[in-house]
C-alpha cells in the first residue's frame, strides 16, 4: 500500500515559523518521523511540499496509478483553493486530511476548509502526530 | 495514566441507528475495542455514555482528581452546549473532541463544535477508529 | 397501532400559563381529549411530558418495538434540539411535529424548527385540535 | 358555514407533475375527496384554481360576504406573494393554510412563508389529507 | 417576601473554575454572602444549583405559590435555553438576570441572552455583588 | 399635462380594509379626491386600479405617447416586482412614488422597494394627501 | 398653527455643494422661498440649521410650547443618530422627514432612517419642493 | 423537433426600452431572426410573449404534448417566480435559459435566477445571437 | 472618594419624556436622589448630563486627577459613540455602564453597546434605583 | 481572425474526471472538436491548459497583439481568482466565460464567478458545445 | 500651498492614551513636528483639534478659500460620521486620511471607514510620521 | 540596511493596464524611481514582480537572512492569499503593505486586506508616491 503526503505552502519552514503555535520540530525531522511512523506500520510513503497551489494540484494529478491514499496539509490552500478541492475529487483516491495546529483556535478565516467534506476524516491539533495518527488511520481504512 | 471516555446522546444506539452514516458496530462492541486498545497502550480507561446535556456536566465535575484526560464524543450537544463546554473549561483537563463520523459532510448545524477551539485536537470521520487515534494521541500528550 | 404522544418543557402547565396564547384548556383535559380522541379513532395511545431534554432522548429511544408512530411537541426544544432530533432519526418511527399555538405568529427564533424537515408532517396553531387531527393524520399514514 | 378552497398555480398539473413529492392522484380526484369530505361534515365547499397571482387576489376579494372560511395552498406564491398576503389581511376571514407536500424537506427558499403568521394554523406534509385535516379544523373553530 | 435564587450549570465549581474570570470566593461562601445580606434587607431567600436545564425549568415551575421573586444567573443556558425562558414566562413571576463575570468582556457567543427581555432588569460584572445589588432591587421593586 | 395614477392589488377594497392602516376613506372617494385636485391643478389626470402584476406592466407600455407622467402606488408589488420596475424605465417616463400609509412603520418586509431609486421622489404616510402632494410635485416637476 | 424647520449638518452650503445632487438654489434662497410659502399657507414658520448633533437635540426640546409641528431635513445625521430620534419622540411633536435628493439613488448606508417609523410621512426627491409639499401636508395634518 | 421561445414581461418593448442595455433591435426583427435561424436548423419554432407571469406559468403547462424543447428568457421574473421553476419542473420538458443582456453587469438583484439551477444550460449576454445559439444548442441535445 | 455620574442626551427631559417606559419622576428629583444616596454611601458625587456627544468626551477628560469612579448613562450614544468610548478608555478610570430602562426590551438597534465591554459591569431596568445600585457597586470596587 | 481558448486546473483530466458531472469526452478530444469547429467558422483558434493561477495570468498578458478574443473556462479558479480578472480587464480583449457543466446546479461556492461581470457573455452546461457556440459567438462579435 | 490638519475626538489626550496603542509623544509635540516637517517642505500648515462632530463639520467648512489640501484624523468619528464624510464631499477640496496607529489590527468596529473611498490616499500605522508622510504627499499631489 | 519590493500579478503591465486606475508610468519607470529614491535615503534596494502566488511564498523564504524590511504589493493576491500572508508571518520581517490605487474607491471585493492587520502599517492611493513614501516610513522604522 502506497501513500503520499502532500504538505502546502510554508510547511517549509516549520520550526523556524511561528513557533508557539507550530512547535519547534524541523521539517526534515518531521519527515524522518513521517518515514519512520510508515515503516512500523509496513506502509511505502513519501512525502511532497510546493508553495504553488498549482503544482499541488499536479502533483495530485500525477497520483493516479501510483499511490493508494493521500495524506494532505495543504497549509493556507485549505481555506482558499477549490483547485486543488476538484483535484482531489477527480483522482478519487482516499484522502486524510490533517493539521499541525488546532485550526479552530486561529483566526476566523482558517475556520472553514474545503476539503473537510470530501475527506475520509480529519485529524488536527496534535503537532508531528496529526500525521502519525493518519498513517494509522490510513492503513485501518484498507482493511 | 487515567482516561475518561464521555459519550453524548444517542451513541447507546449505535449499530441500530442511521448505519449508513455510522456503521453496524453496536455501542457495546464500541466500548470493548476502546478498552482493548486502552489495554494495549497501558493506558487505564472509563466510558460513559449519558443523554442528559446535565448530566455530562455533573460527570465532567466529578473527573478532577480521578481522570488525566478527557475524550468526548458529545453528539448533537457537540453544536448546542455551552453548559458542556463551560465545565471542560472549568475542570481544566486535556480533551480531545473525536466524532464517528465526518461530521462536515453532513448537516449546515452539524459543521459548528462549541468544542474544537478548547480541545488539544480533533479526530472526526474514522468510525471506532477515531477514539483508538484519540487514545493513542492522549497517550502521547502526556510525554 | 400504537400511538405514543410525547410534550416537552412547560406544557405540564397548559392552562396556568399565559393563557392568551395557550388558551385555558389545562394538561390533564388535554390528556383527557388526546385519551377519548383516540378510542374514537380506534388508537391505542399512551402521553407523556418531560422537562428535561435528555429524558425525551431516552423516552425515544424506548419507543422502539413499543409503538408504531410517534406525535411531539417538544415546546421550546423544537427550536434549540439536535439530541432529540437525533433520537428520532435513530429510532427510524414515523413522526408528526404539533404545536398549540401558530408558532409562525411568535418571536423570531420559535419560527425554525430542527424537527420540520424530518416530519411526515407538521399541523400548529389549531390548539388541543391540533393534536386530535394529528391523531387522524397518523392513522391515515398507515393505510 | 361555506368554506373557499383557494389553490394556487401548478396544482391543476397535480398527478402529473413531480409525482415522486406531490403523489400521484390527479387534481380532479383531489377536488372529489374535498368535496366528499365536506359533505360527511356537514360543509358547503367550492373549490378554485388558479395560476395567476392577479387571480387569486381577486377571487379573495370576492369571498367577502359569500365564505366563511378560507382554506389556501398558494403554491409557489406561499413565498414571493405580498399581494395574496394583503387580500387575506384585507377581507378578514379566517384561513388555513395547507400543503401537499412538506415544504421544510424542499429547498430553501420554500421554507419561508408570507401566510404562515396571518393564518389561524397551518398544516403540511399529508397529500390530500393536508386538506381534510383542515376542513376539520375549519369546522371546529366555529364551535 | 420571599426570595428564590437559582443558579445554572458549572456555579457550583465556583473558585475552583476559571479563576481568572470568576474570582476565587467558592460557591458555599457565596451562598453565605447571599443569606446574610437577605438578613439584612429582612428577605427571605432560598438558594438552588442545577446543572440540567429541565431541572432548572422544574423547579421554576415549582415557584408558584412559593416564592415571589427569582433571582437568576443560568450561567451557559442564558444563551440557549428557550425553556428555561419559557418557564419563567408560564409562572408569571418578578425576575432580575444576575451574571458574576461581565458577559460582554467574553466570547461572542455570551453576548446574547434568552432573559435580559423579560426580565425587570439585569446586573452583570460585579461579582459576588451582582447578586447582593439584585437583593436589594428585589426589595425596591415591591415597595 | 396629462397624468396617470396606477395603483396596484387591494387598493379597490380601500376603505373596507385594515382601516386602523388605511383609514375609511373608499377607494371611489379617493379617485374623487384626485380628480378634484387634478382640476385645481389644472392637470388632466385619469386613474386606473389593477391586482394582476401582468395588467400593471402592460398598462404602463401603454403609457407612451398617452402619457407625461405616471403615480404610482403598486401596493404589495412594491415590494417584489422586478418587471414593473422594469416598464417604468423601458417606457422612461418621470414617476412618483406614493404610498398611503407610512410604509416604514409597518414590517420589514415592507421597508424595500424596487421603485423608490428610480423614482424622482417618493411621498408616503399622508393617506389621500400623499396623491394630492404627488399631483402638485408632478407639475412643478415641469416648470 | 407654528411651524418649525430644523435643517442639519451641511445644508448650509447648499447651493455650492455637489450641486449636481443638490442643484444650485443656496441655502438663503430656499429659506425665503419656505418662508413665502408658508405665508401663501396661513402658517407660522420658523428655520434652524446646525452642524451639531447635540445643538439639534436641544433645539427639539426647545420646541415643547413653541411649536406644534416639525418639519426635518437632518441630513447625514438621518442615518446615524438616535439621539435626535429620541429627542423626536420625547417631545412628541407631529414631524415629517424631508429629503431634498433622493436618498434611494445614493450609496447604501443612504438608504436607511432613523426617522421614517417616528413620521407622520416622509417626502423625498423634490428639491426645495420637498419642503413645500410639508407645509401643505403639516397643514393638512391638523384639519 | 418542436421548440418553443417563450418571453417574458417587457421584452415586447424592445429597441425602444433602454437601448443602451438591449440594443436598438425591435422584437419583431428578433422573432424574424430566430424563425429563420430555425429553418437553418430544420426546427419549427413558435415564440410567445407575456407579461403576466400566471400566463406563462399556464403556457408552460400546455406545451405537454406540443413541444419538445423550452428556450426561455423570463425577463424580470428570473429573479422572482417560482411558480414558473415550479411549471418547467411540471412539465419535465428540457429547458434552455437565455438573456439578451449580461445579467451579472447589472443590479444585484439581477444575479440570483430561480432557472439557472433546473435549466440543461444558460447563454446570457450575446443580444438577439443568444436566442440563435440556444436554438442550436437544443437541436444537439437531442442528437 | 469622588464620583461623577454623565447623563448623555435627552434625559434631561425625564419625567416629561415617553413616560410609559422612563417613568414619571423628574430629572431634578433625579439628581436630588443620587445626591442622597451619595451621602448616605460616604461618597461625593457630582453629576452632569449633555445633548452633545463632543461634550461628553471633553467632559470626561477632565476627569482625570477629579474622579475616582464614572457612572456613565449615555442614552442614545450608548449604540452609536465609538468617540465616548475611547474617551472612557483614554482616561482610564473605573465606570459602570447604567440604564434607567431595560434596554433589551426595545427596538433592535438599542440592544448593542459600545460601552458594556469596557465596563466594570452593567445595571439596567431599574429606573432611578439603576445609579442607586450602582452608587453602592462603585463603593465596593475600592474595597 | 486569431482567438485562445484558455482551460484552467483539472481540465486536463477531463473524461477520466467525475464523468457524471464532466462527462466522458477526454480533453484531447475536446481540443480536437475545437479547431475542427474553427476551421469550420474560418477560426483561427489555438487552446492551452494550466493548473497554475499565475501561468495563466502570464498567457493573458501574451495575448497582447497575438489573439483577438479569448475563450476561458478558468474551472476552480472561476470562484476565487482575482489576479486572472485582473489580467484580463488589463489586456482588454474580449472575454467570453464557458463552462462545460451547469455550474447552478452545483455547490453554492461555484455559484460565484470573478468573470461574468466583464465577460462579453456566459455559456455553460452544454458539455464540450459550450466550446463551439462560444466560438461561433465569437465569430458574431466582430461582425 | 495652505494645508490644513484636522484631529478628532480624543487625540488631545496623545501620550497620556493608551499607550501601547498611541505611544508616548504629547500632541504638543505632534504638532511641533508637523510644523517643522511643514518648513522643511515650504508647507504652510495650521492644525486643529476638536472633541465634537459637528465642530468639524463647521471648520471644513471654513476651509473653503483658507486652505488647498485636507490632512484628517477623525478617530473615532472615522467609522461613525457621515456628517464629516459630507462635509469634505461639500468643500471639495483634496483630502488625504492618516491614522496613528494601524487601525486594521484593532477591533472589527474600527476596520471600515466612511472616508477611504473619498480621499486622495490613506496613510496609517506609521505613528507621527503618518502625518509627515501625508505633508509630503501633498506636496506631490500639487506638482 | 537592505530593504525588498514585492510587486504580485499584472504589474508587470503597468502603464499599459487600466490607465484610468493605475496611471500611465511603465512599470520599468516605476522600479527606476524606486531605486533612485532608495539611493537618496540612502537604503539599499531590491525590486522583483511575479504573477504566480507559490512564486512570491518562495521570495519570501529568501528573504530571511538577505532583507531587513519587505515593501509589498500584492496586487489582486492582497485579498485572496493566506498563503503568502502566512508566509510574512513565518519570516517575521516587518512590512509595509502599498497600493498605487485607493483600493476602497473601487469594487466591494478589493476593500479586504490579508495584509492590512499583520503589516506596520498602510499607504495607497498616491500612484508611484505609494512606494516612495513607503521606503522613507521603512528607513524611520529602523530609528
Known amino acids: 500500500m502506497k501513500i503520499i503526503v502532500i504538505n502546502g505552502p510554508n510547511l ?13 520540530l524541523t521539517y526534515s525531522l518531521l519527515c524522518d518521523k513521517i518515514i519512520e511512523e510508515s515503516k512500523n506500520l ?3 510513503t ?8 498549482g503544482d499541488i494540484v499536479s502533483k495530485i494529478h500525477d497520483c493516479i496509478g ?6 494532505g ?11 486543488i478541492r476538484d483535484a482531489i475529487l477527480a483522482v478519487n483516491i482516499p484522502f486524510i486530511e490533517v493539521h499541525i495546529s488546532n485550526i ?10 474545503f476539503f473537510s467534506d470530501i475527506a475520509v476524516g480529519c485529524i488536527s491539533g496534535f503537532g508531528v ?5 493518519a498513517l494509522r488511520a490510513a492503513r485501518e481504512y484498507f482493511k
Open 12 to 24: 517549509n519552514l516549520l520550526g523556524q515559523r511561528e513557533t508557539s503555535i507550530y512547535g519547534t
Open 129 to 133: 502526530n496529526s500525521y502519525l495518527l
Open 42 to 44: 509496513n506502509l511505502s
Open 104 to 113: 479552530f483556535k486561529r483566526e476566523d478565516f482558517r475556520h472553514n476548509s
Open 66 to 71: 501510483n499511490f493508494d491514499f493521500i495524506i
Open 46 to 53: 513519501e512525502i511532497f511540499q510546493y508553495n504553488s497551489e
Open 73 to 83: 496539509n495543504f497549509g493556507a490552500y485549505t481555506h482558499t483553493s477549490i483547485a
